[in-house]
């Protein structure tokens, strides 16, 4: 889960042409890639929308190594509906494996290029309700993090993985019920100082986005790479 | 039982039905809860829990995601708004398809309602909390696998069809067999390992906080 501790650092450290442009845009891109993605029959328009997002993820300066070793991860399950799609085409599988290599490059593309408070901001403008448990969730994401950190360290020096397996669930439901409890009378405590500070339902994002020549060359990019799936031809 | 579906595997037509089903309760619930602003951190905060859990590595290739934990603890409608959020941030970092969120939400949001309800039943029949969480954790998880199962199912188009537009037949596009075949059994073995979690965590905090159990 550390994934989302370096998107979060690679959203809001770097400073590229891509990390600058607005979060209409880039939402605006992601969605017609996503799109084009999800809908074209195409190998050579795969490889092709996966180098373009392969460039746009080096030009925005981020680990490339690194995101390929977590395209691993949904890799991995996109081979197990690979297997069980063998029996009725060649191609399906692989076509299968590529839209969801693409598609979680596209996905990590945005969120490492855009904080998560923006996309959560943006979202919460149709739901302000969901928005709301959305950032604190990821607010609280960190704060228990360092804590379950500091516990899997100083337990680890006590046997928390032990050769007795249930001595090592126990000892894990031991950390989880701890860290629960911690994390109770943290959210008792948050819930007191937000009604202290006039809370009314709503969270606000103060920083001002400006819709650029970059963020129309963003659109413009998506919407051609989506016309491009619609010329190589798509299925529902 | 949570499975990692990518995107552009499931039909459109499925997993838009999955966000239609899921955002169409989030938009009633919203309706319902969004005065509870008193259990926006308790939420946030089991949501940040489920997602923390996740990366405790137990040795196996799956992992515990504390949903049926949730369910209990939530209760039905909560449940569901931690199931989304959850199923978003995970989405997020390429776990699991940014299409299958909604799937994937009633998916998680089952176990966490059929653990609460046989919870709440299996509490009028006995006094001990880790056979009733244990119990109640390994049903729901396990028929979360059946819907899994039955959600691939649905999704088998004719794979020619799918290929291309004028040819019919009758084959699968997934196997379904094959499919569960190497999905339930990591499945079961995950719900085994995760329902003595719940267990051992519903007995923690019956020892020490009671009042949070329902």
Known sequence: MSEIFLIDYFSTSKKTFYHSATTFSKLIFFLCVLFSILLTQSLIFLSLTITILLALIKISDLPLT??????????????????????????LPLLSILKGFSSFLSVILLFSTTPYTKIFYFLSKFSGFLGNVLFLTYRFFFVLLNDVENRIRSLKVRGLYSANKLQTLKNISNLIGHVFLNSIEISEKFYNSLMIRGFKGKFYHLEKESFGLKDLAIIFLGLGILALSGVVGWTL | MHIHIPDGVLPVWLWLSGYGISLGLLLLLSFKLKNDWKSLPKVSMISALMLISMSIPLGIPTHINLSTLSGILLGPYWSLVSS??????????????????????????????ASYFLFSFFKKLMKNYFVISSISSFIALTLSIGLVVSIVAISNVNPAEFLHHHVHQTKERISVITFASIVTPIGLYGAFIESIITGMIVSYIRRTKPNLLP
């Open chain 2, 84 to 113: 989304f959020v959850v199923n978003l941030l995970l989405a997020s970092m390429g776990h699991g398809g940014i299409t299958i969120v909604g799937l994937n939400t009633i998916v998680v949001w089952s176990e966490a309602l």
């Open chain 1, 66 to 91: 690194k995101i390929l070793k977590w395209a691993l991860y949904p890799t991995f399950f996109a081979s197990i509906f690979a297997i069980s799609q063998l029996s009725s085409s060649s191609l």
